[in-house]
T-cell receptor, first 112, second 114 residues
Framework: GENVEQHPSTLSVQEGDSAVIKCTYSDSASNYFPWYKQELGKGPQLIIDIRSNVGEKKDQRIAVTLNKTAKHFSLHITETQPEDSAVYFCAASSNRDDKIIFGKGTRLHILP | GAGVSQSPRYKVAKRGQDVALRCDPISGHVSLFWYQQALGQGPEFLTYFQNEAQLDKSGLPSDRFFAERPEGSVSTLKIQRTQQEDSAVYLC????????????FGPGTRLTVT
């Protein structure tokens, strides 16, 4: 089955700097890659996603890139703000069964 | 509009008790998923419904776990004879279905088994 690896597990960046989180997946059939943000005591919130027919997608300060050949995908957050502090999860899914396989998460700290 | 809601938000059960966790998906969403999230980990898939049909229950950890969605809307996850290892946050997500992949999560139910 699918396996999603996520790095780093913890990331601290100065406010205003950029943050990058990287993930790899194992199943070449995976074709949908969502990213979720989870704040303490809340459920995961979908912040951006990318499908396998696209290499890059951007939404304001957030961008995702996908390298299908290498089975790598990344989340980039620019001009980080205190409210970006949270746990971020990458995930992968295929239309074979629709279930989402999550990485273990990255705890992002934005330092003042 | 209203998102996915779950109840109760917190549940404390004594070991051996049965519990029932409820999920109200977004109105009109065909697909419904249950995930289990242990402390400090990512959510792990438990089971999946399309309308009232349970299409995948491969993630249920034991036969003590049972899920249903009898009318294709509200779903209940039941855990019989709870054990300490069942302590986790149980998350429900719903999706429009029909090729739409986006899953929207509820706030979860934190289950603590003492």
């Amino acid at each position: 089955g699918e396996n999603v690896e996520q790095h780093p597990s913890t990331l601290s960046v100065q406010e205003g700097d950029s943050a990058v989180i990287k993930c790899t997946y194992s199943d070449s059939a995976s074709n949908y890659f969502p990213w979720y943000k989870q704040e303490l005591g809340k459920g995961p919130q979908l912040i951006i996603d990318i499908r396998s027919n696209v290499g890059e997608k951007k939404d304001q300060r957030i961008a995702v890139t996908l390298n299908k050949t290498a089975k790598h995908f990344s989340l980039h957050i620019t001009e980080t703000q205190p409210e970006d502090s949270a746990v971020y999860f990458c995930a992968a899914s295929s239309n074979r069964d629709d279930k989402i396989i999550f990485g273990k998460g990255t705890r992002l700290h934005i330092l003042p | 509009g209203a998102g996915v809601s779950q109840s109760p938000r917190y549940k404390v059960a004594k070991r051996g008790q049965d519990v029932a966790l409820r999920c109200d998906p977004i109105s009109g969403h065909v697909s419904l998923f249950w995930y289990q999230q242990a402390l400090g980990q990512g959510p792990e898939f438990l089971t999946y419904f399309q309308n009232e049909a349970q299409l995948d229950k491969s993630g249920l950890p034991s036969d003590r776990f049972f899920a249903e969605r009898p009318e294709g809307s509200v779903s209940t996850l039941k855990i019989q004879r709870t054990q300490q290892e069942d302590s986790a946050v149980y998350l429900c997500a719903s999706s429009l279905g029909g090729g739409s992949y986006e899953q929207y999560f509820g706030p979860g139910t934190r289950l603590t088994v003492t």
